[in-house]
């Protein structure tokens, strides 16, 4: 059976996802995933693009240009309560990256825009942890490269844990307009893992109009591309899901427009506090 142009199935390969804004037809966010034996090595040119590079399990070490980053990564795991290692590396940049132990590496990647920046490690202690939403919504989410942090050019980086039963990226938002103070507009890809990783979970994502409106079963390692509207998630019963968010458009903010045929749930919650 076919499935839709927006769910990139995961391969059983050493890249396990490769979004290109060629393949997604959009013009910013990249999106790449390696799997990594230990003493696997890879070289990466950035050229004119920007990279955040998340260790998302394993060990790893990586250089940018002269700059050497030593044993990045503790996590065995994804749904570990733990923030993850990343590194960001400019545009006009020689990476290469080599796998203390077996990992996987998340290279997420945007314009790297006029300005000349510096490589940087992304601090896991600083990174902001927090609960988002109320009952069956509630999720754990860790902002990896926040679009508060001046140091990018284009990227958003985030991670979110949803634990099973539990509804996220909801009540379903959009950011497909370039419309501040009201939205913005940025592409955005799901990366999803499942715990226990024979599990499935659903995704949604629909424009006001339908005339974009795909439902996906995803399944470990697989990936959901969101060119625009709305894009909520559900983790059914049994099976917590966590996903990383990679997000980057004309201008670095988030903001974001619920669906007004979904919003009376936030003005539910408000009244219960």
Not at 102 to 123: H, I, K, N, T, Y
Not at 237 to 263: C, E, I, Q, T
Request: with cysteine; charged share 25%; glycine share 6%.
């Amino acid at each position: 059976m076919a499935h839709s142009p927006l769910l990139i199935k995961a391969a059983n390969a050493r890249t396990i996802v490769d979004v290109t804004p060629q393949r997604a037809g959009w013009s910013y966010v990249g999106f790449k995933v390696l799997r990594l034996k230990k003493g696997d090595t890879e070289c990466i040119s950035t050229e004119a693009r920007e990279l955040c590079m998340v260790v998302l399990t394993g060990t790893v070490n990586m250089e940018v240009d002269a700059q050497c980053y030593a044993q990045l990564g503790i996590r065995d795991s994804v749904f570990e309560p733990v923030s993850p290692a990343a590194v960001y590396a400019p545009g006009r940049a020689q990476v290469r990256i080599e796998a203390v132990r077996d990992a996987e590496v998340a290279l997420c990647s945007a314009p790297a825009g006029a300005d000349q920046r510096e490589a940087f490690v992304l601090d896991s202690a600083a990174m902001a942890r927090s609960v988002r939403g109320r009952g069956s919504n509630r999720r754990q989410v860790c902002d990896i490269l926040p679009h508060d942090d001046p140091r990018a050019a284009h990227l958003l980086v985030v991670e979110v844990l949803t634990p099973a039963g539990h509804a996220s990226s909801y009540p379903p938002h959009k950011h497909e307009r370039d419309a501040l103070p009201e939205e913005t507009l940025l592409e955005e890809t799901y990366y999803h893992r499942l715990d226990p990783p024979q599990g499935f979970a659903f995704q949604r994502v629909y424009t006001d109009d339908r005339s974009l409106d795909e439902a996906m079963a995803v399944e470990n390692h697989d990936t959901v591309m969101v060119p625009r509207g709305y894009h909520p998630v559900v983790a059914p019963h049994g099976y917590d899901l966590y996903y990383l968010n990679v997000m980057a458009g004309p201008s670095r903010y988030w903001k974001f427009k619920n669906d007004p045929a979904h919003a009376w749930m936030l003005q539910l919650a408000n009244r219960r506090r």
